[in-house]
């Protein structure tokens, strides 16, 4: 509550020295808030009791987002504008990767916040008896087309790298019997699902809140649809945080399969 309080001030008083670093300060008072409610609610937490895959989590993120980065050089779709006022208190890469470390974190622990309070518990639908070899692979392949669109045709083609690696990754998931949507999807419990897709508005609202009062941010340079902006995001823009933490879901699970071969806490 401290660091957001801190965040906010710095922007109302326009506290340069506090607000070009509100990124990470802002979103670990985020996480640490949501991780908190948690543990009050059900006694046990992501950070209280599984720090180290926390600690993990952060540093995939990095990873994840920098890759995100990479091929927004093809898309072209977001870039930073208030680089004037860096110093040279931390270095911009530093800090930037400091920051990209909070996304997964910030969209799990509100989606266990969300399953703790049985938000969508009681949503389902009729269970699926078999998921068949073919829809998977074709999944797969659609996923794979679908980033190859992105980057070679990205005036038509961006919106689909929010979809690309959920295609390539969840069926995988689902096959080596790793937490997955489409394992939710047969079973026909949506509350995953539900969780999930509101984490990531709710994620996503928050990051364009912030973003749009720093003195150092993104702005988008969105084709066709950039239309009525809602702070610096397009408002259709806003549609593909619902992929996004899907994709982030998939993503995690996958490579934290290579690792580790266990449940855990937030499956």
């Given at each position: 509550v401290i660091l957001i309080l801190l965040i906010e001030l710095s922007f109302v008083f326009?506290?340069?020295?506090?607000?070009?670093?509100?990124?990470?300060?802002?979103?670990?008072?985020?996480?640490?808030?949501?991780?908190?409610?948690?543990?009050?609610?059900?006694?046990?937490?992501?950070?209280?009791?599984?720090?180290?895959?926390?600690?993990?989590?952060?540093?995939?993120?990095?990873?994840?987002?920098?890759?995100?980065?990479?091929?927004?050089?093809?898309?072209?779709?977001?870039?930073?504008?208030?680089?004037?006022?860096?110093?040279?208190?931390?270095?911009?890469?530093?800090?930037?990767?400091?920051?990209?470390?909070?996304?997964?974190?910030?969209?799990?622990?509100?989606?266990?916040?969300?399953?703790?309070?049985?938000?969508?518990?009681?949503?389902?639908?009729?269970?699926?008896?078999?998921?068949?070899?073919?829809?998977?692979?074709?999944?797969?392949?659609?996923?794979?087309?679908?980033?190859?669109?992105?980057i070679i045709f990205p005036s038509f083609g961006y919106p689909l790298v929010w979809l690309a690696f959920f295609f390539m990754l969840d069926p995988i998931n689902y096959i080596h019997k790793q937490p997955s949507i489409i394992k939710n999807i047969k079973e026909g419990k949506l509350s995953v699902p539900l969780c999930l897709l509101a984490a990531g508005i709710i994620c996503g609202f928050f990051w364009e809140f912030w973003n749009y009062w720093a003195p150092y941010k993104w702005v988008y340079n969105v084709p066709f649809l950039g239309f009525f902006k809602i702070f610096e995001m397009p408002v259709l823009g806003y549609l593909g945080y619902f992929p996004f933490a899907f994709e982030i879901y998939a993503m995690y699970w996958f490579i934290r399969s290579l690792f580790v071969n266990k449940e855990h806490l937030l499956e």
């Amino acid at each position: 509550v401290i660091l957001i309080l801190l965040i906010e001030l710095s922007f109302v008083f326009n506290i340069k020295y506090i607000s070009l670093y509100y990124f990470p300060l802002a979103w670990f008072g985020f996480i640490f808030i949501i991780d908190a409610l948690v543990y009050k609610l059900k006694k046990r937490s992501l950070i209280s009791n599984n720090f180290f895959i926390f600690l993990g989590m952060l540093l995939l993120s990095s990873v994840l987002w920098s890759l995100f980065e990479l091929i927004n050089h093809s898309l072209n779709n977001w870039f930073y504008v208030g680089g004037e006022f860096w110093n040279s208190i931390i270095s911009e890469r530093t800090f930037m990767l400091i920051s990209f470390s909070t996304v997964i974190p910030a969209i799990f622990e509100t989606f266990e916040l969300l399953r703790t309070i049985h938000l969508f518990d009681k949503f389902k639908i009729k269970r699926y008896n078999k998921i068949s070899k073919k829809l998977l692979l074709g999944m797969v392949y659609s996923g794979v087309i679908m980033l190859i669109l992105s980057i070679i045709f990205p005036s038509f083609g961006y919106p689909l790298v929010w979809l690309a690696f959920f295609f390539m990754l969840d069926p995988i998931n689902y096959i080596h019997k790793q937490p997955s949507i489409i394992k939710n999807i047969k079973e026909g419990k949506l509350s995953v699902p539900l969780c999930l897709l509101a984490a990531g508005i709710i994620c996503g609202f928050f990051w364009e809140f912030w973003n749009y009062w720093a003195p150092y941010k993104w702005v988008y340079n969105v084709p066709f649809l950039g239309f009525f902006k809602i702070f610096e995001m397009p408002v259709l823009g806003y549609l593909g945080y619902f992929p996004f933490a899907f994709e982030i879901y998939a993503m995690y699970w996958f490579i934290r399969s290579l690792f580790v071969n266990k449940e855990h806490l937030l499956e």
